[in-house]
Every structure is written in structure tokens, then in C-alpha cells.
């Protein structure tokens, strides 16, 4: 009996290591994918509005947009639909230094850029960015913590511009999370109170 129960531990030690080891190659399989797919947007984003940007006709940026869009979703899928290829030219227009976009969505997917997109603040973006990242929020999370506002009642909103990006950074890269970051605007906690009773 004991050798059995011996026998039952070392096949479930192995199994969990091995599954350890699926799920782990799982996670940089999709981080690859990630980071190649907000690459090929990009790209695609550039290549589109420097085609526009010849023509130096808004009118005739559509007709290229609508038409390109047509052909590639006949030869790949919807994905390259019109409207997602003016994403792609909107995120080139805002970033259009390759690094920075690595830099600052790093880790994240596509959909995330594209919930974060229309947020011109960029310590704004850079908090909903950061957060996404360290607490692995969906997408629907992501939309709903930019509509409460969250950036706006923390204590880090009302910091100076450096040294929001300190904090930031410092969560970012050693994963520290200062109380700014954590505590709420006390007067948007009164407000909230307030309103309850």
C-alpha cells in the first residue's frame, strides 16, 4: 500500500512539473504572438498613412483605407476590416516611434492599445497600461476602471508629472506598489460616502 501511495506522489510531482512546464511555454507562446501581432498593426498603420499622406487628400485616404480593407479581408479574415485599419493609422499616428510602443504596451494585446488609444493623457494611459499589465485585466476590466475614472481618484493623480512616472516606473520594473498608487482621492471617498447615506 505504501509503495502504491510512493508510486501515485512521484507521478503527481511529475505531472504538475510537466504541466508547469506547458503552461509556461504556453505564456511566452501567446506573449510572442502578442508582441508580433501589435508589430504587424503598427507596420500595417504606418505603411497605410504614409500612403495617405502622399496623396494629401483626406478623401482619397478613405477610398485607399476601404479599399486595401476589402482585399485583405477576402484573403485573411475580418480582422482587417476598414474600421480596424483606422485603428491601425490612429495608433501609428499616436506613436510613431517603434520603441516607445514597445516600451509602453509591452505585454499587452491588441484589443488592450485599443482600449487604451483614446486616452491622450499620457501618464493616464501609462497608469491604465501599468495596471493592466500587473494585475492581468481584461479587457472589459481595463474599459471599466477607465470609465469609473480610477486614474483620477487615486492619490497619484494630484502627484507631479515625475513624479507619477517614478511610481510608474518603479511598479513597472521591481513591481512596487506605493500607497499613492493604492489609496483613493479622500475627497472622492467622502463624495462616495456621502452620497450613500
Not at 503552461?23 to 504587424?40: G, P, S, Y
Amino acid at each position: 500500500m505504501e509503495k502504491k501511495m510512493e508510486k501515485l506522489e512521484k507521478t503527481e510531482d511529475i505531472f504538475n512539473r510537466i504541466a508547469g512546464l506547458i503552461e509556461q511555454a504556453r505564456k511566452r507562446v501567446a506573449t510572442t504572438i502578442n508582441e508580433e501581432m501589435v508589430l504587424l498593426y503598427w507596420n500595417i498603420g504606418k505603411a497605410v498613412r504614409e500612403e495617405i499622406i502622399k496623396s494629401k487628400r483626406a478623401e482619397y485616404g478613405e477610398k485607399i483605407v476601404n479599399s486595401v480593407s476589402s482585399q485583405l479581408v477576402i484573403k485573411y479574415d475580418k480582422s482587417f476590416s476598414a474600421r480596424n485599419l483606422w485603428f491601425m493609422i490612429q495608433f501609428y499616428e499616436a506613436f510613431p516611434n517603434l520603441s516607445a510602443v514597445q516600451r509602453e504596451f509591452q505585454g499587452l494585446s491588441w484589443t488592450h492599445i485599443r482600449t487604451l488609444l483614446p486616452i491622450k493623457d499620457k501618464l493616464k494611459r501609462q497608469f491604465y497600461a501599468t495596471l493592466c499589465l500587473k494585475e492581468q485585466w481584461s479587457t472589459r476590466i481595463l474599459q471599466d476602471r477607465i470609465n469609473t475614472m480610477l486614474y483620477e481618484r487615486t492619490a497619484l493623480s494630484k502627484l507631479p508629472e515625475k513624479t507619477i512616472e517614478n511610481q510608474l516606473k518603479e511598479l513597472k520594473e521591481k513591481d512596487k506598489m506605493t500607497p499613492e498608487l493604492v489609496f483613493r482621492d479622500p475627497y472622492v471617498l467622502d463624495f462616495k460616502r456621502q452620497r450613500a447615506d
